[in-house]
């Protein structure tokens, strides 16, 4: 009997003797830091919204009138160099014009019938934007809805930014580390917190009307952007 007591409280005090040596095992210091990175590229390419819409007394007219005019539009854009692949319908609708200034009481009275069709088309000759839309006009074009500029390969330029958003960091955690008195360690981990595309303006539909020179067209400059996070041990 009392050798089992003093088994009890020899492994009490070896179990309470163990706990301090484990909490003792601080965990390295770590520093945490955000990195930003950007970089600006002249557009190549721009994606443009061409529409054709036509108001007859009949669906039928309407659909006549709206095919004749985007073929023709069509045709002139493969005439200006734009590939079959580069060109894409994105829009089609018929719809009643209806006219409700008669008794209200009584149903509108449809007057006729408008058709719209538009077309996304890739540019990449941007030098021939403002003479395409002059010509597109020319050709039966009369409604517009976007136009945005862009760069084919943004992989590339995503890429560019964020490995300068990580030596953004890594500067950022070096500079902390000195300012501290120690010294940086390895890298436990790196994190993307989301970036930023290029902006595109979206148009309000308007109409167009025919001028005697090309719409002048400015592309600007496209800027991508990325972010990060990385953590860093501190060398003990």
Avoid: C
Avoid at 37 to 57: H, L, R, T
Avoid at 64 to 83: S, W
Avoid at 229 to 235: F, K, S
Wanted: hydrophobic share 40%; aromatic share 4%; glycine share 8%.
């Amino acid at each position: 009997m009392k050798n089992w007591l003093f088994a009890g409280v020899v492994l009490a005090v070896a179990t309470a003797t163990s706990v301090p040596a484990i909490a003792d095992e601080a965990q390295p210091g770590q520093i945490t830091v955000s990195g930003h990175g950007e970089i600006s590229a002249k557009p190549d390419m721009a994606v443009v919204q061409f529409g054709v819409q036509k108001v007859e007394a009949t669906a039928r007219a309407a659909l006549d009138a709206n095919n004749e005019a985007m073929t023709k539009v069509i045709a002139l854009l493969k005439e200006a160099g734009v590939e079959e692949k580069n060109i894409q319908t994105s829009g089609f609708s018929i719809s009643p014009q209806m006219d409700y200034r008669s008794d209200s009481s009584t149903p509108g009275k449809i007057t006729g019938y408008q058709v719209r069709n538009s077309v996304t088309v890739k540019v990449t000759d941007l030098a021939s934007i403002g003479k395409l839309l002059d010509s597109a006009v020319d050709a039966g074009l009369n409604e517009g809805g976007q136009i945005a500029f862009t760069n084919q390969d943004m992989r590339k330029l995503t890429r560019q930014a964020e490995t300068r958003a990580v030596k953004d960091a890594l500067e950022k955690a070096k500079l902390l580390a000195e300012a501290a008195g120690v010294k940086p360690g390895k890298i436990i981990s790196i994190n993307e917190s989301g970036g930023a595309m290029p902006y595109a303006p979206k148009m309000e539909r308007m109409a167009f009307d025919a001028a005697p020179s090309a719409v002048p067209v400015e592309s600007g400059e496209n800027t991508y952007e990325a972010n990060v996070n990385v953590t860093i041990a501190i060398d003990q």
